[in-house]
């Protein structure tokens, strides 16, 4: 299914109903009170959040919305219907910034409601304003017009843990293995476009498109996607064991996230060797020893995997699940 996780809309809250003259008729009376009614209030503009990153590709076709105007005031001082609220869906992760006033809406959790443009208030009809001195008002007021802005929706993946790694490293392939997720696989660069997602023992991992030495700065797929892993609660970091120099690869990456972000480069993050059926047992241990001896990292917790051999899925699934119930 396509994937958005950028939209710009312009909303707007529904206007306040008109408040109206209306008069209550008694029989041998020309006029018998006031008793016309305040017009309703306008619908707000309402965010909910929900689990569902795909969700966003509903709103994508159309650039407008607008909340239901209130209802005018009726007679026998009868109020106005309010305006039904304009609620939108949006996945967990998702920031709404007003472009015009720079606040910003986060949707951290499922069913996080929030309103982001209040409707306009009903006028009021002519019988707000009879008292002692003016017992027969002919004045109402007009509804007021709700708040009306242009919007910038964006969504930051939050995932538990992120698979990282330079294009090719082998993510959606262990993801997939993982998880039973559907991502598409090939032996070229940035066959992910869009990050993907499945869940292991109900821990939600994604697998980030590939990084390369300057995303940072816009280059490959750059900002675009580096943001989706802001929010990761672990990152882990593929090399792939047909890199000839692993610890190029590995610096790469961390020298992009911590130019980035300090944040993201602080995150928990397990080191990850994939396709080690490439390379006999004896050239693998020699690399990660290496790996290990320059990058400071104890062999011990960096892990090597292949994805033809179930033994280590089993051990580095474990391992995940470990490291995100400790966490």
């Given at each position: 299914?396509?994937?958005?996780?950028?939209?710009?809309?312009?909303?707007?809250?529904?206007?306040?109903?008109?408040?109206?003259?209306?008069?209550?008729?008694?029989?041998?009376?020309?006029?018998?009170?006031?008793?016309?009614?305040?017009?309703?209030?306008?619908?707000?503009?309402?965010?909910?959040?929900?689990?569902?990153?795909?969700?966003?590709?509903?709103?994508?076709?159309?650039?407008?919305?607008?909340?239901?105007?209130?209802?005018?005031?009726?007679?026998?001082?009868?109020?106005?219907?309010?305006?039904?609220?304009?609620?939108?869906?949006?996945?967990?992760?998702?920031?709404?910034?007003?472009?015009?006033?720079?606040?910003?809406?986060?949707?951290?959790?499922?069913?996080?409601?929030?309103?982001?443009?209040?409707?306009?208030?009903?006028?009021?009809?002519?019988?707000h304003f009879k008292g002692s001195r003016n017992v027969t008002p002919r004045q109402s007021t007009k509804g007021?017009?709700?708040?009306?802005?242009?919007?910038?929706?964006?969504?930051?993946?939050?995932?538990?843990?992120?698979?990282?790694?330079?294009?090719?490293?082998?993510?959606?392939?262990?993801?997939?293995?993982?998880?039973?997720?559907?991502?598409?696989?090939?032996?070229?660069?940035?066959?992910?476009?869009?990050?993907?997602?499945?869940?292991?023992?109900?821990?939600?991992?994604?697998?980030?498109?590939?990084?390369?030495?300057?995303?940072?700065?816009?280059?490959?797929?750059?900002?675009?996607?580096?943001?989706?892993?802001?929010?990761?609660?672990?990152?882990?970091?593929?090399?792939?064991?047909?890199?000839?120099?692993?610890?190029?690869?590995?610096?790469?990456?961390?020298?992009?996230?911590?130019?980035?972000?300090?944040?993201?480069?602080?995150?928990?993050?397990?080191?990850?060797?994939?396709?080690?059926?490439?390379?006999?047992?004896?050239?693998?241990?020699?690399?990660?020893?290496?790996?290990?001896?320059?990058?400071?990292?104890?062999?011990?917790?960096?892990?090597?995997?292949?994805?033809?051999?179930?033994?280590?899925?089993?051990?580095?699934?474990?391992?995940?699940?470990?490291a995100l119930r400790k966490k």
């Amino acid at each position: 299914m396509p994937f958005i996780d950028e939209l710009h809309l312009h909303l707007a809250a529904g206007r306040g109903g008109d408040g109206v003259v209306r008069w209550l008729h008694l029989k041998g009376k020309d006029l018998s009170g006031a008793a016309g009614g305040n017009g309703g209030r306008g619908g707000d503009v309402v965010v909910t959040a929900i689990r569902d990153i795909t969700v966003l590709l509903r709103y994508n076709d159309q650039k407008s919305y607008e909340a239901e105007d209130g209802a005018p005031g009726g007679s026998q001082s009868k109020e106005g219907r309010d305006g039904k609220e304009l609620l939108f869906e949006f996945p967990v992760g998702t920031v709404i910034t007003n472009v015009q006033t720079g606040q910003r809406f986060e949707l951290l959790t499922e069913g996080q409601r929030e309103i982001i443009l209040q409707g306009g208030n009903g006028g009021y009809g002519n019988e707000h304003f009879k008292g002692s001195r003016n017992v027969t008002p002919r004045q109402s007021t007009k509804g007021k017009p709700g708040e009306e802005a242009d919007f910038e929706i964006e969504l930051q993946l939050v995932v538990d843990a992120g698979l990282i790694g330079l294009p090719n490293a082998g993510k959606s392939s262990v993801l997939n293995a993982l998880t039973g997720a559907h991502a598409k696989v090939g032996d070229y660069a940035f066959t992910t476009l869009n990050p993907n997602l499945g869940a292991l023992y109900g821990f939600v991992l994604a697998d980030i498109p590939g990084l390369i030495e300057g995303a940072a700065e816009g280059r490959g797929l750059g900002h675009t996607f580096l943001r989706h892993i802001k929010r990761t609660k672990t990152l882990i970091h593929c090399i792939s064991c047909e890199h000839e120099n692993p610890i190029e690869a590995f610096t790469t990456i961390r020298t992009e996230l911590s130019k980035y972000s300090n944040d993201l480069a602080e995150k928990p993050e397990l080191i990850l060797f994939t396709k080690r059926d490439l390379l006999d047992e004896k050239t693998l241990a020699l690399r990660v020893k290496d790996f290990a001896k320059a990058t400071k990292i104890p062999a011990k917790s960096i892990v090597t995997v292949s994805v033809y051999d179930d033994a280590s899925l089993k051990e580095l699934g474990d391992t995940i699940v470990k490291a995100l119930r400790k966490k």
